[in-house]
């Protein structure tokens, strides 16, 4: 069993962005970019499942600028055998990545792809349960627990309220979400090892897909800031400002 | 124009999150209401949404195929539906952001998530980064996707209206997805998403018996539901549904006390809208004390108690 997983350069989850000051987007030059935390997440659920033998094969895949090859060796130093960068402009819509997705998945036919339930610099929370749609896939989104049973995939998904448990046909579209597992450190063994693993490049423009945006952004602003709260000396204190002044309580 | 809201119902009532989306829905148009469930579920669903003012119509779709929310099937009947309308509209609960995206591709629509503001019929405000930049976004599609913030909207009252029901025949197959079971404990609580005051702790608790043992009195006080970071989550403490913050829930209750939580950008992107926030924390540098209104810098073991006694 083959498993896709595609993978995201972001801005570093630990860096605070700042809207640029003309408002047409925000900052990100020079800034400290890394693997979307979810896609972590995915490719350490893949690797596991290769590792216990459920899985033959684990492709990791990325879908931007030339530095996301940096995200596909990260990928590779986690475990997974081989990677492919679909070069394209900088965070292309979900939409777009969707039906590239599904161009990968009709060359490489695997039977389970594993997403990050959501990037962290768009927070669209999409792109799985699209290429899912596309594919005409089942899919198992937010998962906390996958697992393979007589050739079906029981994944138990965090919902509003609590958890449930679907069982789907495969091949499947599984999205991460941060219970699933803890994702392992690369060593520096494997961070070597993985600059001899197979990386192919593509064209995004070769693969016959409408790229067109559906969205323009027309401005990008700072949230509304919070005015400067107060420290307060006591309980009594707090209570008195909850009740009078803010009359909360 | 005419748009078609997804709404959730729970004990015979339209879900908040749900009655939230029908209020942003009234600003693009007449508003239909589609409510789905076996044929059972899918009755009590319809006379709930019926009852929203600003609801023209409630489409009632019941079938055995439905009665789980399962996206595959869901996600048919919606595009079924969806040649009447300008706008297809759910909450970004769970349930609308797992059925709405796969709605959008099948239309071959880029889908709008966690709309805060809607400017004009084709013009969003949504958050990126974590709730660090608002884009306002304007879509060419024929058709548009959104799923609803709940936290940005106020919602429409649960009751005062009176729509007729339309039942929808529903033609939609699925064999590809099969519900297994549900784990929802449930709690007196009221819920996170729309509770007036939230109690919300973190890694100072240090442990499930502490979040009983100081929080649990402290929200029982103040009818407050509880909430959690990550930390807490992770560790244990409290269920995972606990958890506010960009990959949790989004909460902008009136009041919000955060109590040995540090206020890491991720946690504070699903709580920085609530009306007045208090800080309980033994670090006066804390990130979270430069966003809370009133901070109490000590520690919570002794705070907390003498706060829930004075209360
Ligand atoms: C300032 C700013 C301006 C913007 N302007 C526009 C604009 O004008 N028009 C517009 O349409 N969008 C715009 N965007 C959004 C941008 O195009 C997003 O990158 C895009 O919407 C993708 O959303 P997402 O990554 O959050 O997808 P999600 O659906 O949240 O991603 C989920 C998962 O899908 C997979 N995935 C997603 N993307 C990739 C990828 N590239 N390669 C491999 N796997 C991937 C990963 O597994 C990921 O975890 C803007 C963003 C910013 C910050
Ligand atoms: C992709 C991703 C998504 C994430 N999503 C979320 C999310 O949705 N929600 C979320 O919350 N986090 C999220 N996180 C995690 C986030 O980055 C932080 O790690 C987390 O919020 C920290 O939790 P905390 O404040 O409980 O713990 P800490 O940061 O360790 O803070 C504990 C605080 O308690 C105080 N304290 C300790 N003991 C006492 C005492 N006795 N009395 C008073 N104060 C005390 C300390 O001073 C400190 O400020 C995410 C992270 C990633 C990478």
Redesign the interface.
Known sequence: MKILVPVKRV?D?NI??R?KSDGTG?ETAGLKMSMNP?DEIAVEEAVRLREKGAATEVVAVSIGVQQAQDTLRTALAMGADRAILVLTEESP???AV?KILKVLVEREKPELAFLG??A???????????????LG???G??A?KVEIVDGRA?VT?????????????LP?IVTA???LNEPRYASLPNIMKAKKKPLETLQGADLGVDLT???????????PS?KA????K???E??E??RNE?K?? | MTVLVFVETEAGQVRQASRSAIAAAEKLGDVHALVVGDAAASEAAAAAAAKVPGVAKVLKAGADVLA?D???PL?DLIVSLAGNYTHLLAAS???G??????????L???????VMAI?DAD?FVR???????????????AKKVLTIRAASFDPAPAEGGSAPVEAVNVTVQ????????????TSDRP?L?SAR?IVSGGRGLQSGENFHKYLEPLADK?GAAIGAS?VA??SGYV???CQVG??GKIVAP??YIAVGISGA??HLAGM?DS????AINKD?EAPI?Q???????GDLFE?VP??TA??
């Open positions: 801005v989850y605070k962005v809207v925000v979810f819509e979900p939409l969707a339930k959501q962290i610099d768009d927070d669209m929370n999409a792109t799985g349960q699209m290429l899912a749609g596309l896939w089942p899919q989104t937010f906390s029981e998904r965090e919902i509003d309220g609590g958890s449930e448990t679907v069982s789907l046909t499947a979400d941060l219970r945006r559906r969205l323009t952004t027309v401005s990008v602003a700072e949230p919070r709260g107060v420290t307060v006591s309980v009594a707090l209570v400002k909850l803010a909360v309580i | 789980h399962l996206a595959e996600a609960s769970a349930i952001k797992n059925v709405m995206p796969r709605v959008a591709a099948l071959d629509v880029q889908p709008i998530p966690d400017v013009t958050p990126i980064y974590a709730g660090n930049a608002l884009a306002t976004v304007k879509s060419s599609d699925d064999t590809t997805s099969r519900f297994v079971s549900q784990h929802t404990p819920e998403e005051v103040l990550r989550v992770d269920p995972n549904d960009q990959t009136e009041l950008i991720q920085k009306k007045v926030i208090v006066p004390v966003v809370a209104d009133y901070s109490l810098i705070i003498e706060l004075a209360l």
